[in-house]
């Protein structure tokens, strides 16, 4: 049987370390321009709320705090069961790690069952931005606006989520044709930053939409 | 001879695999350079169509070419393109694509498909804009200044946002392949102080890429999300800010201009050392001037605000900034005279272009030194001083150097040699052309000519001909390149591997390079980077 390190050396590495260490140089640099992309709307929700304090108080309010911190210790659990199934890769326990592998899927697809539902509830309220929107009170817009980052922040959350289960398929799908081993499992690493990432953007949503609204 | 030369190699990039499939499913960085200087190409005379019928309208005071909608058609179109497609790809995309795995010694980029991916992803992002500009064209200005943008515009302002959008992330994972690719494939011995200035400066410019390109991505998705669904994001109706955007926009597009313009420095840095058979000028101070300009580029802004509302304390820090980031290009500047100071200088096709960009790049930075000046930018803020300024910097920066560096390494991209002779001239015709075009719109903006109109009052029409003129004679000079380049890919005179005698190790393969660069994966043993004078006693002892 050949070697599976040097099966999955593409040519223009000279070493299975050098391929490592390049992969890992790549991840971090597209999380930075991850970084930056939600940064440019994290700047922008900034300089309204402390332009609208109360419209955003008031849109804030008409958030589901219960729902909102479920899918927050769904979410973190999903982190935990990515972590370990990297871990267990390393050990070279292959078959573990693609159980938690799927698990981490349904984990992450119960957090978009319920970011839906909340998505959904807001819409009947007619607090869906645009011609569904229909708000009675002061400072209509600006409460529009809070709305608006609402669901074009969570949404673009949403894609990411989205992305990252096609992206946990492929591993499940490479791990069961036996690409992994406790020598090879950079995939399952790369895959698993960008996971955390994504959790880690999930912490600071909630704690801009959930929590303002609470001390009204 | 001095140069023996090269037995012939039978294998090379371009011959080993033949038809159309080997070059669109290729992943070989050489051949994906090749494709981009075809896009970018076709792309450059699309805009520069757009430039000619703006200079045709402005022969006259009145409308008599075009409409004035036409008109912002025009200029919006010419910007879109020349930025997005030609200018930020362009340097980074042929000439960094082909070097960056030759200069740093391996055989491909970190991630070979990805660069693939990169150029389908530029070509698809290509064709919605281009879609979007003959379905009837956008007319905000490349800058897609709301409420106009979002509220008024009855333009494709979506379909070419979703264009750029688009492109964006082929820019990104260029930069990020570049970056990997010298941080983790350098050849044994080749440590960051041997590098190239040509990879430091990409270096540089990938980083940039990377932090303000997706800053552009969301700007323009939240633009389209409020044309789309007319919810309130910049729109003050609505409780939105105007400026907010202009300030995502600019921390976006001013260290894009940086983009366009430290790839062009990087290419002037190996052809100054070459053409004057000198080390580069303290080598050190250029490679860490490329950072800084990096860093401090980021931090300058707010100088497109000035008159836009912005306080008088910020509008002072950013003036501040904007002169602190003039250091480190005057240091490259003083840097590249010093290597020609006593220099035995030749003065072939690239080195012509070298010294144009030289000038003229200086002249553009010093104008833009008047413009970070908070008082005498609202004289002539939104004039045509500010067009000739920028245009200094990227055509008679940025494009010159790209021609430039196009000659150099055209030996080693294509294995031939270019008429020397014809190639002097149109570089002598480019040089005329972009002065005579572009002078007189520092007098014009001077005097008080605002951009963007289509008509104008009848003294400013002598300086208008005249630049109309420029125009004419510029495009000559790029049609003349197109045509004896082409003309040399097939009918040139073989190049031997170093026709110019440059260190570096691209020189040190074969001219066309085999499909893996090297035929052994090379040690560098070199204690200096340019190391002109080891070179001149191998030569003697020759």
New interface residues.
């Given amino acids: 049987m050949s070697d599976p390190l040097v099966l999955e050396l593409r040519e223009q590495f000279a070493t299975p370390e050098q391929q490592r260490h390049t992969s890992s140089i790549g991840i971090w640099l597209f999380l930075m321009t991850e970084v930056m992309m939600f940064g440019g709307l994290f700047v922008a929700y900034t300089v309204y709320r402390f332009n609208h304090p109360q419209a955003f108080a008031q849109g804030s309010a008409e958030m589901d705090i219960v729902l909102g911190s479920i899918n927050s210790a769904i979410l973190l659990t999903s982190s935990l069961t990515m972590g370990l199934a990297e871990f267990s890769a390393k050990f070279g326990r292959v078959r573990l790690s693609g159980i938690l592998l799927f698990t981490t899927i349904l984990i992450g697809l119960a957090f978009l069952g319920i970011k839906f539902t909340e998505y959904y509830e807001h819409y009947q309220q007619h607090e869906a931005p645009g011609v569904w929107f229909n708000h009675v009170g002061p400072h209509a817009p600006e409460v529009q606006m809070f709305f608006v980052f609402y669901f074009l922040m969570t949404g673009l959350h949403a894609v990411h989520m989205s992305i990252g289960i096609l992206l946990l398929l492929g591993l499940i799908a490479r791990n069961m044709v036996g690409s992994f081993s406790a020598a090879y499992h950079t995939p399952i690493t790369v895959v698993g930053l960008y996971w955390h990432f994504v959790d880690i953007v999930w912490i600071f949503l909630y704690v801009i939409f959930y929590l303002p609204g609470l001390h009204k | 001879m001095i140069q023996a030369v090269a037995p012939k190699i039978e294998k090379n990039y371009l011959n080993e695999k033949v038809g159309l499939l080997s070059w669109l499913l290729t992943t070989d960085h050489k051949r994906i350079a090749i494709l981009y200087t075809f896009s970018i190409t076709v792309f450059f005379f699309i805009g520069g169509f757009f430039a000619l019928m703006m200079r045709l309208e402005l022969l006259s005071p009145r409308n008599w070419l075009v409409s004035a909608e036409t008109y912002n058609k025009l200029f919006t179109m010419h910007g879109i393109i020349m930025v997005w497609f030609f200018l930020i790809p362009s340097i980074p995309g042929t000439l960094g694509n082909f070097l960056i795995p030759m200069m740093v010694g ?7 498909k990805l660069n693939l991916l990169s150029w389908y992803i530029f070509m698809l992002g290509g064709g919605v804009t281009v879609y979007a500009l003959f379905r009837g064209g956008v007319d905000t200005g490349w800058t897609f200044y709301t409420p106009f943008s979002t509220t008024y515009s009855t333009t494709y302002v979506v379909a070419a946002a979703v264009g750029i959008f688009i492109a964006g992330f082929s820019t ?1 994972l260029t930069a ?1 392949n570049f ?2 690719t010298i ?3 350098r050849a044994p011995g080749l440590t960051w102080f041997k590098l190239p200035i040509f990879v430091w400066s990409m270096y540089a410019n990938s980083v940039v890429l ?6 552009l ?3 323009l ?2 633009l389209a ?1 409020e044309r789309i ?5 910049f729109d003050p ?5 105007p400026v ?1 955007f202009q300030h ?1 926009f600019w921390f976006y597009s001013h260290p894009a201009v940086y983009t366009m313009v430290l790839p062009a420095m990087a290419v002037i840095s190996e052809i100054v050392p070459a053409f004057s058979r000198k080390p580069l000028f303290g080598y050190k101070a250029v490679a860490f001037s490329s950072i800084a300009i990096a860093v401090v580029g980021f931090l300058v802004w707010g100088h497109h605000m000035f008159v836009a509302g912005e306080s008088v304390y910020s509008a002072l820090a950013f003036s501040f900034l904007s002169y602190c980031v003039a250091v480190p290009s005057a240091i490259k500047v003083f840097n590249w005279t010093a290597t020609i100071h006593g220099g035995s200088v030749s003065w072939d096709t690239p080195m012509l272009y070298a010294i144009g960009f030289i000038g003229l790049f200086t002249i553009g930075g010093m104008t833009g030194l008047f413009l970070a000046a908070l008082g005498l930018d609202v004289h002539v803020h939104d004039t045509y001083f500010v067009i000739a300024h920028f245009h200094y910097i990227m055509v008679g920066g940025s494009v010159m150097a790209f021609l430039g560096g196009v000659h150099y390494w055209w030996p080693k991209i294509s294995g031939k040699m270019y008429p020397e002779g014809l190639a002097r001239l149109s570089a002598l015709i480019v040089f005329i052309g972009f002065n005579l075009t572009f002078f007189p719109q520092f007098v014009l903006g001077y005097l008080g000519m605002p951009r963007r109109y289509a008509a104008y009052p009848e003294e400013f029409q002598m300086l208008h001909v005249l630049s109309t003129a420029g125009a004419t004679i510029l495009g000559v000079g790029y049609v003349l390149p197109l045509c004896y380049l082409i003309w040399a890919w097939h009918y040139g005179r073989d190049a031997t591997p170093n026709p110019w005698r440059a260190t570096g190790l691209e020189w040190k393969s074969s001219s066309p390079p085999p499909t893996h660069n090297f035929e052994v ?1 090379p040690i560098v043993t070199a204690k200096l980077p340019y190391d002109y004078e080891a070179m001149k006693e191998e030569l003697e002892l020759v």
């Fill in positions: 391996a055989k491909d980029v970190a991630f070979p990104i990020l970056i990997a941080h983790s494939m990377i932090l303000n390109t997706p800053v991505a969301i700007t998705v939240m999300v669904f007319t919810v309130g994001i109706a609505l409780g939105g800010d907010l995502m994966t």
